[in-house]
């Protein structure tokens, strides 16, 4: 159950405050909102950033935890409940100004983890050459906007993990889940599932979440850097964007490790475009993704062929789905009810979706609590971003040098435990990056 149902749950009224922000520069400056992963606290940042651009906040206004099978349409009626009070003045008028949550949810229904939704003090947003900043308190009245220097502590550098140390036992399991995957697809179970694996990592100082943060954003800039909650990653699979009635997810499934040379890599990608198995295991997903989004949309397209996604570590089939959503402004979902309706996406889960479901709880041995399931942020209007947390890691709320790292792969009858092994691995590669101190 959520903590707040209806508006009479909330105890006083937020007041919200959306200002410009002038003088962009070169990043020079401490409080210059062109380093947006720049401005943040060392105490649970949030973060949604995509190649300089998205939102980054601090502090905490209003929590909603969520849990069950309601744990979307919870958190949507509690949300809705504090916007029914809220006070607000937006002078920018952009997607991500005005009333801003961040929220990260589980894979599953039955995961104790549940759902969390957290409506910062601070936002500071970056679209497209312009700037903001959003101030959001309780009880109290609009008053004049404060400064960024003002809402922005003094800049203290990213405090480096020290030594790392891994406990990788799944890598001596994992094959043999896959080859169990395998068989039930083979027994005409399921016709794929993706199977994750997890590898705990202990580091010598309590891990500052900006360390991790900045060397993905800089390693990784097509993909969307986030952190909510103690949940951190950069992840390239865009589960939905809504936005003016405007509606995309970008799909990835079929992958293909990159060998470091140029000439190679080109050579793998012609391959992977070609790969019956990896187009098997992408056409699934694609599908799956479109079935979700027809309901709500008056057209859609569908790519006939997906395209190649460059990353530094993997290769993947790509394909971005689109669609205009159906009715007027107004009346359209919100981006959290068509995360809701997309997850999970036969990218994450399989196909058929609950006989994967089944066959994850029954052969992969572990909740996958938030990891896999929607991470993001939306807004006033409903519009907003979610990604998936499959590639991604969580940090111990109780112990901050412990952290579990995820990855997951697609598994389809055509599979090879050793290969599926060896792209876990490959998924690994931006989190233990991101955790390394050179």
């Not at 349409?73 to 937006?90: G, K, M, T, Y």
């Not at 179970?189 to 943060?213: G, I, M, Q, Y």
């Not at 057209?299 to 062929?305: A, E, K, L, M």
């Amino acid at each position: 159950m959520s903590t707040l149902t209806s508006a009479d749950d909330v105890p006083q009224p937020l007041v919200v405050r959306t200002v410009a922000l002038d003088g962009l520069g070169d990043g020079s400056d401490p409080t210059d909102p062109t380093d947006l992963l720049g401005l943040l606290p060392a105490d649970a940042p949030l973060a949604w950033v995509r190649r300089g651009d998205g939102l980054v906040g601090w502090g905490e206004a209003l929590r909603v935890e969520v849990t069950g099978a309601t744990r979307f349409a919870d958190a949507e009626r509690a949300w809705q409940a504090v916007l029914a009070r809220a006070i607000v003045r937006d002078e920018v008028r952009l997607p991500g100004t005005g009333p801003v949550a961040f929220g990260s949810f589980a894979f599953d229904e039955h995961s104790p983890v549940g759902g969390v939704v957290v409506v910062p003090r601070v936002v500071v947003g970056r679209r497209g050459g312009r700037a903001w900043l959003t101030t959001i308190t309780t009880g109290a009245q609009l008053g004049s906007a404060p400064a960024l220097v003002d809402v922005v502590g003094p800049r203290v550098p990213p405090r480096a993990p020290g030594t790392v140390t891994y406990d990788d036992a799944s890598a001596a399991d994992w094959p043999d889940v896959v080859a169990q995957g395998i068989a039930a697809i083979r027994a005409g179970e399921v016709d794929k599932v993706v199977l994750a694996r997890d590898v705990h990592a202990r580091t010598e100082h309590p891990l500052d979440s900006r360390w991790v943060l900045d060397r993905l954003a800089a390693q990784y800039p097509s993909c969307w850097t986030f952190s909510v909650d103690g949940m951190l990653g950069a992840t390239p699979e865009l589960l939905v964007r809504s936005e003016k009635g405007l509606v995309t997810s970008r799909v990835l499934a079929g992958t293909i490790r990159r060998t470091g040379d140029d000439a190679a890599d080109v050579a793998r990608a012609a391959i992977l475009a070609h790969s019956s198995k990896d187009l098997e295991e992408h056409e699934y997903a694609v599908q799956s993704v479109a079935h979700a989004l027809e309901p709500f949309c008056s057209s859609t397209n569908v790519p006939d062929v997906p395209f190649v996604l460059h990353l530094p570590n993997v290769l993947h089939l790509a394909s971005d789905v689109t669609g205009v959503l159906a009715g007027g402004a107004g009346s359209h979902p919100s981006s959290l009810a068509l995360a809701a309706a997309l997850h999970p996406t036969a990218a994450v889960c399989g196909t058929p979706t609950e006989a994967a479901r089944k066959l994850i709880a029954r052969v992969e041995g572990m909740d996958r609590g938030r990891y896999a399931g929607p991470v993001g942020w939306f807004g006033a209007d409903g519009d907003g971003e979610w990604g998936i947390a499959l590639r991604s890691a969580q940090v111990d709320p109780e112990d901050g040098r412990r952290v579990r790292l995820f990855a997951g792969c697609g598994i389809v009858a055509a599979s090879d435990p050793t290969a599926e092994l060896a792209e876990s691995e490959a998924k690994l590669v931006p989190m233990r990056f991101a955790l390394a101190t050179d």
